[in-house]
């Protein structure tokens, strides 16, 4: 199967976009490739997921600063080199058996290149960035993927690695308005992601009049779901992506 080209989903009269967050993650343990491959199962248009480095800076997928919540072990993930970490079980009591911590490249080897992805990376020194923007090229991940940046200042370290490297900006500090959208425009992002406590009508609107392509974080329930559209939100990230196919099926959507 060729792989997606993640603009052009966007660009579907009347789809919605669906991300599974951290994977299948209201069922599986987050961040697995467990999860991963369930939320393909379930219909996933693309997957979220985090990466940070291990000591020896090999970009690993996980989303907290520590492992000790969704791990039997403690500590940052800088602290182990990645056979260490490979020794933990990050099942989180979800699976029946041990689930190992994946390495980024494993997981681009697991996942289909019919899914897109959306990569949110947690730290930013510049030997991570520059093995992981090393990785995207080697994997040819244009037209497939983002790289998602909590700030301007870790997208501009992306961008002077590699400009060709498609960037969302999150910038959780800041209000998504209409000013902060001129900003990322200014930036060069293509890709939003807006919190849902800043979804409004007015505000998919102006998303879809800038021509940005937006997947909102977060909607778990049917209402949600259903309130989100109607806004006309382009994207909805999700736990569940069983529950969004169910709610997109019954609108026709």
């Known amino acids: 199967m060729s792989a997606v080209n993640i603009e052009d989903l966007f660009r579907v009269p009347q789809r919605i976009v669906v991300t599974s967050h951290r994977g299948f993650s209201a069922r599986y343990p987050e961040n697995t490739l467990v999860a991963f491959e369930e939320a393909v ?7 979220e997921f985090d990466l940070r480095g291990s000591r020896e800076r090999i970009p690993v997928i996980l989303h907290d600063s520590v492992i000790d919540k969704i791990s039997n072990g403690s500590g940052s993930p800088g602290d182990y080199t990645l056979p260490e970490l490979k020794r933990f079980d990050f099942s989180s009591g979800k699976n029946s058996q041990a689930l190992t911590i994946p390495s980024f490249e494993e997981a681009l080897q697991a996942i289909p290149e019919s899914i897109g992805l959306n990569i949110q ?23 497939r993927a983002y790289l998602t940046l909590s700030t301007f200042t870790g997208a501009e370290a992306v961008k002077k690695i590699n400009a060709a490297i498609e960037i969302c900006v999150l910038e959780r500090k800041y209000k998504l308005d209409t000013g902060m959208l001129k900003e990322m425009k200014s930036f060069g992002c293509r890709y939003l992601q807006p919190h849902r406590r800043d979804v409004t009508p007015e505000l998919c609107r102006e998303i879809r009049a800038m021509v940005f392509y937006a997947t909102m974080y977060y909607s778990n329930t049917d209402a949600d779901n259903r309130r989100f559209i109607s806004y006309g939100m382009q994207g909805i990230m999700t736990d569940a992506p069983d529950m969004l196919a169910a709610t997109l099926k019954t609108l026709g959507r």
């Open 41 to 47: 199962r379930a219909g996933t248009d693309l997957i």
């Open 121 to 143: 990376v947690k730290e930013t020194d510049q030997a991570l960035l520059l093995e992981i923007c090393r990785l995207f090229d080697t994997y040819r991940l244009y037209p």
